[in-house]
């Protein structure tokens, strides 16, 4: 992406404050998400979007689509669960391929379907594992190729909590959640409010895992 100059003479004081957010957050990502964007820079409602369009319009900032579609399903039961379809064919290779260790000794490019069908593989078998081990998460239920069927948590994303009971007893079982995982030799890599879910009664549940390491891994500090 080429800088072009002219596009910094017209913005307003509200580009640069989605420029700010965007920096900062970048700071512990490499996509910094919407809502972050809208935290970090303290704009609301659908005007943000407006602003990011603009910006990337100018070359300033590049929009990513989301890397997965989220899809609430039922079983033949009529049993509420969740679709997860990973495409990752919409991001950047580079960006992948750093971050997801089962990508790194990869010499050539494989195609975006595959690289999707790893990473939806790798998260269902963690899944799979953690469930088994009593960590707090979905309950697996099956995968193939690049889509995800789990069961559908009551809980809503802790970026989302407005009000919570006991702040240090969510942040204490959060921080005995980290140690648990690595206790059993694991890292998250992405163990933040978006990939955190809170249940009725405050209870964290983990998602979103396919870039979870052994802590072992070369990177793992």
């Not at 003479?9 to 404050?17: C, I, T």
């Not at 997801?100 to 010499?107: A, C, G, Q, S």
């Not at 099956?142 to 009551?154: A, F, G, L, W, Y």
């Not at 978006?194 to 979870?212: A, E, G, R």
């Amino acid at each position: 992406m080429k800088l072009d100059p002219k596009g910094i003479r017209y913005l307003s004081k509200e580009d640069f404050r989605v420029l700010s957010a965007v920096e900062t957050g970048s700071r512990n990502h490499d996509i910094v998400p919407l809502n972050l964007i809208k935290q970090l820079s303290r704009l609301h409602g659908s005007g943000i979007n407006k602003f990011i369009g603009e910006l990337a319009k100018k070359n300033l900032i590049t929009k990513v689509p989301n890397s997965k579609y989220i899809y609430i399903v039922s079983d033949g039961n009529d049993e509420e669960c969740v679709l997860k379809i990973h495409r990752l064919g919409r991001m950047s290779f580079r960006n992948i391929k750093n971050k997801r260790d089962y990508l790194v000794n990869k010499k050539s490019s494989p195609s975006w379907m595959y690289m999707s069908r790893l990473s939806a593989s790798k998260e269902f078998a963690f899944m799979k594992v953690l469930h088994q081990h009593g960590f707090p998460v979905p309950t697996p239920i099956d995968q193939n190729r690049h889509c995800i069927i789990m069961s559908h948590v009551k809980a809503i994303p802790l970026e989302n909590v407005q009000n919570i009971g006991d702040i240090g007893l969510l942040y204490s079982d959060l921080m005995d959640l980290i140690v648990k995982l690595a206790n059993h030799g694991l890292i998250h890599c992405d163990f933040n409010e978006f990939n955190i879910l809170v249940t009725p009664d405050q209870k964290p549940i983990m998602i979103d895992f396919p870039q979870m390491v052994s802590t072992n891994h070369k990177d793992a500090e």
